[in-house]
């Protein structure tokens, strides 16, 4: 069945970097666009970037457009997000979820992580 | 940059049929997907393309949509369906995914 294992998460000072990984399974991982999404805690969910299949194009939110960057490894099945000046209001489970028709990265998300916790404080 | 609106909360009596309405402009050409998250857990996709309904969700979720208003639609309401609701879209103008603020369903 499919599986998206997140880790990386942890406490880090504002400022600072931080790498999360999401670990795909039990489906053809370098066939679907993936997605990181995010969610403060007791706030909604808040998209937060996008990568297609190959790693040829990439969409990000506003607010973490310049300072987050998407990748991915399809050869270790996994999906990478590169946070970059932190802030407090960063500070959320970050999810990722795979879409439902592998090579649009419009298509609904169909499947999500468990999610990990990105805590960001002095 | 798009906006989706939903009522912030809806109470439902087990057994009725709950309505969980999700706005935007013109969202009548885009694409409505519905999002069921319970308490400390992930959320899970319950209505997509508008309509659709992923194996495993009960019939009793059913999706529709006018020109500028989604709905989901929970009948013969349980208490287990009792959970946080996000509508989703992908607004192609703006290369976004965009959700929509969140309804808390209350099972009276």
């Known amino acids: 069945q499919v599986q998206l294992v997140e880790s990386g998460g942890g406490v880090v000072q504002p400022g600072r970097s931080l790498r999360l990984s999401c670990a795909a399974s039990?489906?053809?991982?370098?066939?679907?666009?993936i997605h990181w999404v995010r969610q403060a805690p007791g706030k909604g969910l808040e998209w937060v970037a996008v990568?297609?299949?190959?790693?040829?194009?990439?969409y990000y939110a506003d607010s973490v457009r310049g300072r987050f960057t998407i990748s991915r490894d399809n050869s270790k099945n996994t999906l990478y997000l590169q946070m970059n000046s932190l802030r407090a209001e960063d500070t959320a489970v970050y999810y990722c979820?795979?879409?439902?028709?592998?090579?649009?990265?419009?298509?609904?998300?169909?499947?999500w992580g468990q999610g990990t916790l990105v805590s960001v404080s002095s | 940059s798009y906006v989706l609106t939903q009522p912030p909360s809806v109470s439902v009596a087990p057994g009725k049929t709950a309505s969980i309405t999700c706005g935007g402009n013109?969202?009548?050409?885009?694409?409505v997907h519905w999002h069921q998250q319970k308490p400390g857990q992930a959320p899970v996709l319950v209505i997509y393309?508008?309509?659709d309904r992923p194996s495993g969700i009960p019939e009793r979720f059913s999706g529709s949509k006018s020109a500028n208003t989604a709905t989901l639609t929970i009948s013969r309401v349980e208490a287990g369906d009792e959970a946080d609701y996000y509508c989703?879209?992908?607004?192609?103008?703006?290369?976004?995914?965009?959700f929509g603020g969140g309804t808390k369903l209350t099972v009276l």
């Open positions: 979820a795979r879409v439902y028709s592998g090579y649009d990265s419009g298509s609904p998300i169909d499947h």
């Open positions: 039990g489906f053809t991982f370098s066939s679907y666009a």
């Open positions: 990568l297609s299949y190959d790693g040829s194009y990439k």
């Open positions: 013109n969202i009548g050409i885009k694409s």
């Open positions: 393309y508008d309509s």
């Open positions: 989703q879209v992908w607004d192609g103008s703006s290369d976004a995914g965009v």
